[in-house]
């Protein structure tokens, strides 16, 4: 087992450990990009929407399947052979489970759809649970080593080998099937990948070895879970009972473009801090000061890039994804407000985890999921564009209470960070936002590349004059520098 790193040093690690990680995700991002760019071009809005309404129910079963018992191992002060054996059991159970459930309820779900097609998929699809379940212990033992760049590894590299046979697929095809195909091979890949890499293998299940501090700690991380994604993921379902497929695929798009990357940047770096900061549970300074260094980092980002994708996406969308796909710009001019939002609602949960207050943000989502679901609901009778406004406007709201809540419970004073996701926004989103729409509705499409030009000089300078900008990003280049020279030295 290797020795917890020191509380001095914290900070440092939890830094260049989300630095490792973003730089990973960095090519996740891209490959989800080609993703939507090529089966956009390759499939019909209404292709894509049937395999939307499924991983809307499938999504939920991989949630519960895991039960908040890959976090749990991962945050334990310590764990030993037998229990996580017994972990990796007791996710493979509940995915076997999942996995009769939804075979016997993909009959129905079509019925309540009015597509016959989504049981064929929903049956397809369904098995990725199964090798989710068999996965999710063996990436929780990389993360617990804090095996970061293997783990950015397995997973990008897994998601390059579905998306290569996806396209291949739907190039030959045309079909939906394509996209069957691709979850498929993802799924395998990582599952070889991470087993190949962990430094455990599981044995039979101990029957004597207790896991219930785990499940007790993973019952109120999955309530949570369940009920955000609910919140996040019930929009597919209410837009395609009341809008249909087509409705859901324009929709799928934009949410593929928005909100797919603030995950696939905020679940690895959820891993990168859990580990790290949780040494440091019981010292709020140094808590505090180590999540202000890895929130400004996120939040300058979050705002920038979700400035820049709402203010380019009447021009952009268009031209990448061809002209059956233009309501899916509006969609994301509305959405990128609530990315930004949502990528500012991960310090609390950390937080939360950290203290190891579960139960508290159980409560909270008791409260704020309804609310959420209840605005896609109400903007469901705008169709995609409603609900994508009405998401961003839950959002802020939402994350404003969250961040009252997890002070109130645990006592850390998150004042200053809510402060500094207010300054990012306004200081990085609004005028990374507005400058290209400004550019562009003045002078024309001609002019995009210049309007691209003052985005980056815009960002140059506020990033220098902001004093505390300067200082995270500087150390941003500091690591990179680095690392490169590290690696320049072992070559």
Same mark, same amino acid.
């Given at each position: 087992?290797?020795?917890?790193?020191?509380? *001095?040093?914290i900070?440092?690690?939890?830094?260049?450990?989300?630095f490792?990680?973003l730089?990973?995700q960095?090519?996740?991002?891209?490959?989800?990009?080609?993703s939507?760019?090529?089966?956009a071009?390759?499939l019909?809005?209404?292709?894509?929407?049937?395999?939307?309404?499924?991983?809307?129910?499938?999504?939920?079963?991989?949630l519960?399947?895991?039960?908040g018992l890959s976090?749990a191992?991962?945050?334990?002060?310590t764990?030993?052979d037998?229990?996580?054996?017994?972990?990796?059991w007791?996710?493979?159970a509940?995915?076997?489970?999942?996995f009769?459930?939804?075979?016997?309820?993909?009959?129905?779900l079509?019925?309540v759809?009015s597509?016959?097609?989504?049981?064929?998929v929903? !049956?397809?699809?369904?098995?990725?649970?199964?090798?989710n379940?068999?996965?999710?212990?063996?990436?929780?033992?990389l993360?617990?080593?804090?095996?970061?760049?293997?783990?950015?590894?397995v997973e990008?590299?897994s998601?390059?080998?579905?998306l290569?046979?996806?396209?291949l697929?739907?190039?030959?095809?045309?079909?939906?099937?394509?996209?069957?195909?691709m979850?498929?091979?993802?799924?395998?890949?990582?599952?070889?990948?991470?087993?190949?890499?962990?430094?455990?293998?599981?044995?039979a299940?101990?029957l004597?070895?207790?896991?219930?501090?785990f499940?007790k700690?993973g019952?109120g991380? =999955?309530?949570?879970?369940?009920?955000?994604?609910?919140?996040?993921?019930?929009d597919?379902?209410?837009?395609?009972?009341g !809008?249909?497929?087509? =409705?859901?695929g324009?929709?799928?798009?934009?949410?593929?473009l928005?909100?797919?990357?603030?995950?696939?940047?905020?679940?690895?770096?959820?891993?990168?801090?859990?580990?790290?900061?949780?040494?440091?549970?019981?010292?709020?300074?140094?808590?505090?000061?180590?999540?202000?260094k890895?929130?400004?980092?996120?939040?300058?980002?979050?705002? *920038?890039?979700?400035?820049?994708?709402g203010?380019?996406?009447?021009?952009?969308?268009?031209?990448?994804?061809?002209?059956?796909?233009?309501?899916?710009?509006?969609?994301?001019?509305?959405?990128?407000?609530?990315?930004v939002?949502?990528?500012?609602?991960?310090?609390?949960?950390?937080?939360?985890?950290v203290?190891?207050r579960?139960? *508290?943000?159980?409560?909270?989502?008791?409260?704020?999921?309804?609310?959420?679901?209840?605005a896609?609901?109400?903007?469901?009778?705008w169709?995609?564009?409603?609900?994508?406004?009405?998401?961003?406007?839950?959002?802020?709201?939402?994350?404003?209470?969250?961040?009252?809540?997890?002070q109130?419970?645990t006592?850390?004073?998150?004042?200053?960070?809510?402060?500094?996701?207010?300054?990012?926004?306004?200081?990085?989103?609004?005028?990374?936002?507005i400058i290209?729409?400004?550019?562009?509705r003045?002078?024309?499409?001609g002019?995009?590349?210049?309007?691209?030009?003052s985005?980056?000089?815009y960002?140059?300078?506020?990033?220098?004059? !902001?004093?505390?900008?300067?200082?995270?990003?500087g150390?941003v280049?500091?690591v990179?520098?680095?690392?490169?020279?590290?690696?320049?030295?072992?070559?």
């Amino acid at each position: 087992m290797k020795p917890p790193v020191p509380a *001095s040093e914290i900070g440092r690690a939890a830094f260049r450990g989300s630095f490792s990680t973003l730089s990973w995700q960095v090519s996740r991002i891209i490959l989800n990009f080609v993703s939507v760019i090529a089966m956009a071009r390759l499939l019909s809005p209404e292709d894509i929407g049937i395999i939307a309404m499924v991983l809307a129910v499938t999504g939920l079963g991989d949630l519960v399947r895991d039960f908040g018992l890959s976090m749990a191992a991962v945050q334990a002060k310590t764990i030993s052979d037998a229990e996580r054996t017994n972990l990796f059991w007791a996710n493979v159970a509940i995915s076997l489970a999942l996995f009769a459930a939804l075979l016997v309820l993909a009959p129905h779900l079509a019925v309540v759809f009015s597509d016959v097609r989504l049981t064929q998929v929903l !049956w397809l699809c369904s098995s990725v649970i199964l090798f989710n379940g068999a996965c999710a212990q063996f990436k929780a033992d990389l993360n617990r080593n804090l095996r970061f760049g293997i783990l950015g590894l397995v997973e990008a590299g897994s998601q390059a080998i579905g998306l290569c046979l996806g396209i291949l697929v739907a190039y030959l095809t045309g079909s939906y099937m394509a996209l069957v195909v691709m979850l498929l091979a993802t799924a395998i890949s990582e599952l070889a990948m991470a087993a190949s890499f962990a430094s455990w293998r599981p044995g039979a299940p101990d029957l004597k070895v207790s896991i219930t501090r785990f499940a007790k700690f993973g019952a109120g991380l =999955a309530g949570t879970q369940l009920l955000a994604y609910l919140a996040k993921r019930g929009d597919n379902v209410v837009l395609g009972y009341g !809008w249909g497929a087509a =409705a859901v695929g324009l929709y799928d798009r934009a949410y593929s473009l928005v909100m797919a990357p603030v995950t696939q940047i905020l679940v690895p770096l959820t891993r990168v801090a859990v580990p790290l900061l949780g040494q440091l549970r019981d010292d709020d300074d140094l808590l505090l000061a180590s999540l202000k260094k890895v929130q400004l980092c996120t939040a300058i980002c979050a705002s *920038s890039a979700y400035g820049l994708i709402g203010g380019t996406a009447g021009t952009v969308i268009p031209w990448l994804l061809g002209e059956s796909w233009t309501d899916t710009s509006i969609i994301v001019q509305a959405m990128v407000f609530g990315g930004v939002f949502r990528t500012f609602a991960q310090v609390p949960y950390w937080i939360f985890i950290v203290k190891g207050r579960t139960g *508290s943000q159980f409560l909270f989502h008791l409260f704020a999921q309804p609310f959420i679901i209840s605005a896609i609901i109400i903007g469901a009778i705008w169709g995609g564009f409603g609900i994508a406004l009405s998401l961003s406007v839950s959002y802020l709201l939402v994350w404003l209470a969250q961040m009252a809540w997890v002070q109130k419970v645990t006592g850390v004073k998150v004042g200053e960070i809510t402060l500094c996701g207010f300054i990012c926004f306004i200081v990085f989103f609004i005028p990374m936002y507005i400058i290209p729409v400004a550019v562009i509705r003045v002078f024309g499409d001609g002019f995009f590349a210049i309007s691209i030009a003052s985005e980056i000089l815009y960002f140059i300078l506020a990033a220098t004059f !902001w004093p505390a900008s300067r200082s995270v990003l500087g150390e941003v280049v500091a690591v990179a520098f680095k690392r490169n020279k590290q690696g320049k030295e072992q070559a």
